[in-house]
């Protein structure tokens, strides 16, 4: 059964470091059939996709962090993390960890992508 | 980006009922399409991808239909365990983005 556990620090001083990590169990982390990602939720908000990491290498982000989002792996712990620099109360949220996974489309070149395992979350308030 | 719109933004509903949400895509994004439910508290849960495809595990009443823009999620007969805020998502093209979510209440 995979597993997902968030942790971090649950308060982020404004324009400081927010630094999370989602520790996995019950699979690989380098496992080409997955990808792996970050998705917050401001309180009584919706859901707001941060990045992801496939193979160990290849990211892609949200633009709407304006460059400020490191998604990284640690293969040898079986971690993900996530830092987001200049943090301000805006960044104040749920944040999730997820399993993706990536399906062949029948008859094409191309995959579907979707999240298949969360994490419980961990919320972050970014205050003085 | 794309934008993800769902309606309505809530409804009451009794047990027994069948509910229909919709989500409207503000391009055209094929199949590209997931849908979550998340309960108070608890991380989201997926329920369908690919438009239509139904996750394992996830009960039968569950069933969504669309493409190109205008997409839907059905549950033919809403059960206790099923108020809760459901969300569209679109994978056809990062950033990856979410509807509003639509919340189920029990009437």
């Known amino acids: 059964q995979v597993e997902l556990q968030e942790s971090g620090p649950g308060l982020v001083k404004p324009s400081q470091t927010l630094s999370l990590t989602c520790t996995v169990s019950?699979?690989?982390?380098?496992?080409?059939?997955?990808?792996w990602t970050w998705i917050r939720q401001p309180p009584g908000k919706g859901l707001e996709w941060i990045a992801y990491i496939y193979d160990s290498r290849s990211t892609y982000y949200n633009p709407s962090l304006n460059s400020r989002a490191t998604i990284s792996v640690d293969t040898s712990k079986k971690q993900l993390s996530l830092k987001l620099r200049s943090a301000t109360a805006a960044d104040t949220a749920v944040y999730y960890c997820?399993?993706?996974?990536?399906?062949?489309?029948?008859?094409?070149?191309?995959?579907?992508?979707?999240?298949?395992?969360w994490g419980k979350g961990t919320t972050v308030t970014v205050s003085s | 980006d794309i934008q993800m719109t769902q309606s309505p933004f809530s409804l009451s509903a009794s047990v027994g009922d069948r509910v229909t949400i919709t989500c409207r895509a503000s391009q055209n994004i094929d199949n590209y399409l997931n849908w979550y439910q998340q309960k108070p508290g608890k991380a989201p849960k997926v329920l369908i991808y690919a438009a239509s495809s139904l996750q394992g595990g996830v009960p039968s009443r569950f069933s969504g239909s669309g493409s190109g823009t205008d997409f839907s999620l059905t549950i033919s007969s809403l059960q206790p365990e099923d108020f809760a805020t459901y969300y569209c998502?679109?994978?056809?093209?990062?950033?990856?983005?979410f509807g509003q979510g639509t919340k189920v209440e029990i009437k």
């Open positions: 997820a399993r993706g996974s990536i399906i062949p489309r029948p008859d094409s070149v191309y995959y579907y992508y979707y999240m298949d395992v």
């Open positions: 019950g699979d690989s982390i380098s496992s080409v059939d997955h990808y």
């Open positions: 998502q679109q994978s056809y093209i990062t950033p990856w983005t």
